[in-house]
Nanobody, 121 residues
Framework: QVQLVESGGGLVQAGGSLRLSCAAS????????MGWFRQAPGKEREFVAG????????YSADSVKGRFTISRDSAKNTVYLQMNSLKPEDTAVYYC??????????????WGQGTQVTVSS
C-alpha cells in the first residue's frame, strides 16, 4: 500500500506561482512512478504531469508545457509540481498519484486527498 500526502495549494493571482509537494510512503513507494492530475468543477479529471521512479523521464500535458515543471527528490520520496505563469483556467483540485510505472493514458492506483489551487483573474 502507498500513501500520498499533498501540500502547497492555495490562492494566487494570475501570472503568479505555486509549488505543490507530494510525499509518498509505504512499501516500495520509492520505486513507483508519480505524477499529478487535476479536476476543475464540472470537468473530468485530467493528467497534468508525471515522472518515473528515477526522476529522469518526465511527462507533461500540452496545456501546461513551458509553465509547469515536475521534479522528484528520491532521498525524500517526494515529488514537486512547480507551477508558473498560472492562469484562471488552472483552477482545480490537484491530486498526487502513483503506480508501479507510467504509461500512455496512465491510470494510477494510488491517490492523494487533493489540494485546492485557485487562480484569480
Amino acid at each position: 500500500q502507498v500513501q500520498l500526502v499533498e501540500s502547497g495549494g492555495g490562492l494566487v493571482q494570475a501570472g503568479g506561482s505555486l509549488r505543490l509537494s507530494c510525499a509518498a510512503s509505504g512499501r516500495a513507494s520509492s520505486f513507483y512512478a508519480m505524477g499529478w492530475f487535476r479536476q476543475a468543477p464540472g470537468k473530468e479529471r485530467e493528467f497534468v504531469a508525471g515522472v518515473n521512479w528515477r526522476g529522469i523521464n518526465t511527462y507533461s500535458a500540452d496545456s501546461v508545457k513551458g509553465r509547469f515543471t515536475i521534479s522528484r527528490d528520491s532521498a525524500k520520496n517526494t515529488v514537486y509540481l512547480q507551477m508558473n505563469s498560472l492562469k484562471p483556467e488552472d483552477t482545480a483540485v490537484y491530486y498526487c498519484a502513483a503506480d508501479i510505472s507510467y504509461s500512455t493514458n496512465w491510470s494510477p492506483n494510488y491517490w492523494g486527498q487533493g489540494t485546492q489551487v485557485t487562480v484569480s483573474s
